[in-house]
């Protein structure tokens, strides 16, 4: 620390002291009788307190009830919280009793020790109230506290099977009553091994993971609640995955299946958009209508965007919104957003009777999902079947088949008006997880922790 030493013509020098202030351990049952200061190899000064236990009695009583006697004495170093960034530990003598009737061995109490690791209890509170927050890595924890990172993946494990497991044995029933469920998969290792997870819809908590993607996952889900659990959930918002219908359906027939809106559209740009204008181009190149064709490259963002999110873009244009700043250092110029998307989306559908219809199917759909009558959405929905089929285009014939084997699970949505965007949501989360730890090899530590993150 910093002291001062005045000068003889009255000026104030501060100079550097190697001397530290030294503060008691505040540890309940621990007399500290000195202080050393040591450096370690890297140079860092850490400290440790010397003292002893203050129970006073040195014999105790054995369960047999006759006296105990000391056995053995050892010394026992405890990493206590870092002081002023130091790390620092405990030092005391421990002993052992020994009852010499029955040779029953006990050793001394000690009551700031914490449960399964030599570390005082401040500091166990310490790691764990940073593993709370969510946003510290296990290595970061680790640095912060002087703390090996298997001893903090240990007691960050123990505190997740404490909050969300009965015994460490299986997951606790969820405490409220869920009415709407949703349902998706997600990548858990390279090699396509997925997992799925099942959420409460209204709040967003994670109710069950489990290993692949099929039906048995959703059995053991409805196993795990139970049946008079399941017959307050009113609806389940899913992908088009159909095992997770079928397996619903198939338990609980009450239980409606909602398709929303991302997922239709998804398949409608990815199945439908995309394929045709690539025919398109290629059938306008093997014309030898190489300007329609040029004009038909580099357009899959603006064919598959909402008229709306064009005219938005167009307005950032008019207003020379920045898209990325100026840099001199690495001389990088500054990006405005380009413009005249919507016309350019208007000259492509005027000249081609595809794309028309893209256009159509497009805003029909956004129409339909606003609808709140269920009937009002049936004729929708089957008049974009009927558009689709009078195309005569293999793609959006592929894509009338498919709203017609979801036709229930679409038109659901107007009674129910759920959607999968919260699920989606924690996908992302799952991946930044994932990305943060640089992978968790351990399944079960690695589900735990996405359970945490919804909570």
Same mark, same amino acid.
């Given at each position: 620390?910093?002291?001062?030493?005045?000068?003889?013509?009255?000026?104030?020098?501060?100079?550097?002291?190697?001397?530290?202030?030294?503060?008691?351990?505040?540890?309940?049952?621990?007399?500290?009788? %000195?202080?050393?200061?040591?450096?370690?190899?890297?140079?860092?000064?850490?400290?440790? $307190?010397?003292?002893?236990?203050?129970?006073?009695?040195?014999?105790?009583?054995?369960?047999?009830?006759? #006296?105990? =006697?000391?056995?053995?004495?050892?010394?026992?170093?405890?990493?206590?919280?870092?002081?002023?960034? %130091?790390?620092?530990?405990?030092?005391?003598? =421990?002993?052992?009793?020994?009852?010499?009737?029955?040779?029953?061995?006990? /050793?001394?109490?000690?009551?700031?020790?914490?449960?399964? =690791?030599?570390?005082?209890?401040? $500091?166990?509170?310490?790691?764990?109230?940073?593993?709370?927050?969510?946003?510290?890595?296990?290595?970061?924890?680790?640095?912060?506290?002087?703390?090996?990172?298997?001893?903090?993946?240990?007691?960050?494990?123990?505190?997740?099977?404490?909050?969300?497991?009965?015994?460490?044995?299986?997951?606790?029933?969820?405490?409220? +009553?869920?009415?709407? @469920?949703?349902?998706?998969?997600?990548?858990?290792?390279?090699?396509?091994?997925?997992?799925?997870?099942?959420?409460?819809?209204?709040?967003?908590?994670? $109710?069950?993971?489990?290993?692949?993607?099929?039906? +048995?996952?959703?059995?053991?889900?409805?196993? %795990? &609640?139970?049946?008079?659990?399941?017959?307050?959930?009113?609806? &389940?918002?899913?992908?088009?995955?159909?095992?997770?219908?079928?397996?619903?359906?198939?338990?609980?027939? =009450?239980?409606?299946?909602?398709?929303?809106?991302?997922?239709?559209?998804? /398949?409608?740009?990815?199945?439908? *958009?995309?394929?045709?204008?690539?025919?398109? +181009?290629?059938? @306008?190149?093997?014309?030898?209508?190489?300007?329609?064709?040029?004009?038909?490259?580099?357009?899959?963002?603006?064919?598959?965007?909402?008229?709306?999110?064009?005219?938005?873009?167009?307005?950032?244009?008019?207003?020379?919104?920045?898209?990325?700043?100026?840099?001199?250092?690495?001389?990088?110029? &500054?990006?405005?957003?380009?413009?005249?998307?919507?016309?350019?989306?208007?000259?492509?559908?005027?000249?081609?009777?595809?794309?028309?219809? *893209?256009?159509?199917? #497009?805003?029909?759909?956004?129409?339909?999902?606003? $609808?709140?009558?269920? +009937?009002?959405?049936?004729?929708?929905?089957?008049?974009?079947?009927? *558009?689709?089929?009078?195309?005569?285009?293999?793609?959006?014939?592929?894509?009338?088949?498919?709203?017609?084997? %979801?036709?229930?699970?679409? *038109?659901?949505?107007?009674?129910?008006?759920?959607?999968?965007?919260?699920?989606?949501?924690? /996908?992302?989360?799952?991946?930044?997880?994932?990305?943060?730890?640089?992978?968790?090899?351990?399944?079960?530590?690695?589900?735990?922790?996405?359970?945490?993150?919804?909570?």
């Amino acid at each position: 620390m910093n002291y001062i030493r005045e000068e003889e013509n009255g000026q104030e020098v501060f100079e550097n002291s190697t001397e530290f202030l030294k503060l008691p351990s505040t540890l309940y049952g621990f007399k500290n009788t %000195h202080t050393e200061d040591t450096t370690l190899k890297d140079g860092r000064i850490a400290f440790r $307190l010397s003292g002893e236990l203050s129970q006073s009695d040195t014999s105790r009583k054995c369960d047999c009830g006759c #006296k105990m =006697h000391i056995n053995t004495s050892h010394t026992i170093s405890l990493k206590h919280l870092n002081f002023g960034g %130091h790390p620092t530990s405990v030092q005391f003598p =421990h002993i052992q009793f020994r009852c010499k009737k029955c040779g029953a061995l006990k /050793n001394q109490f000690i009551a700031f020790k914490s449960e399964d =690791h030599m570390l005082t209890k401040p $500091l166990y509170q310490y790691i764990c109230d940073l593993l709370n927050i969510g946003t510290y890595t296990l290595k970061q924890v680790s640095e912060q506290t002087g703390v090996g990172k298997n001893i903090i993946k240990a007691i960050d494990l123990k505190r997740l099977k404490d909050k969300y497991t009965e015994n460490g044995e299986k997951l606790r029933k969820p405490d409220e +009553q869920a009415r709407y @469920l949703s349902i998706d998969e997600f990548k858990l290792h390279n090699g396509h091994q997925y997992a799925t997870h099942i959420i409460n819809l209204e709040n967003g908590h994670i $109710l069950w993971i489990g290993h692949g993607k099929k039906k +048995q996952v959703v059995y053991d889900f409805i196993e %795990h &609640v139970g049946l008079d659990w399941m017959k307050g959930v009113e609806a &389940v918002a899913c992908d088009m995955n159909s095992d997770f219908q079928e397996a619903f359906q198939e338990k609980c027939g =009450h239980i409606s299946i909602v398709y929303d809106y991302f997922h239709i559209v998804k /398949n409608f740009n990815e199945k439908v *958009v995309s394929e045709v204008r690539k025919d398109e +181009q290629k059938r @306008l190149a093997d014309e030898g209508n190489t300007e329609a064709a040029k004009a038909l490259k580099k357009t899959k963002y603006i064919l598959t965007a909402s008229r709306k999110t064009l005219q938005k873009k167009d307005k950032e244009s008019s207003e020379n919104k920045v898209i990325r700043k100026e840099s001199q250092l690495f001389k990088t110029p &500054v990006v405005t957003r380009k413009g005249n998307y919507e016309t350019k989306y208007d000259e492509l559908i005027s000249e081609n009777k595809l794309l028309f219809s *893209v256009d159509l199917i #497009k805003e029909k759909l956004s129409q339909a999902y606003n $609808l709140t009558d269920e +009937q009002s959405m049936i004729n929708a929905v089957s008049e974009i079947i009927s *558009v689709c089929i009078e195309t005569g285009n293999e793609h959006f014939i592929w894509f009338a088949k498919l709203l017609n084997s %979801h036709f229930d699970g679409i *038109v659901s949505h107007a009674v129910f008006k759920i959607s999968s965007s919260k699920i989606e949501g924690i /996908n992302q989360k799952i991946k930044t997880i994932r990305r943060s730890g640089y992978g968790y090899p351990d399944d079960e530590y690695f589900f735990l922790k996405i359970m945490d993150s919804s909570y």
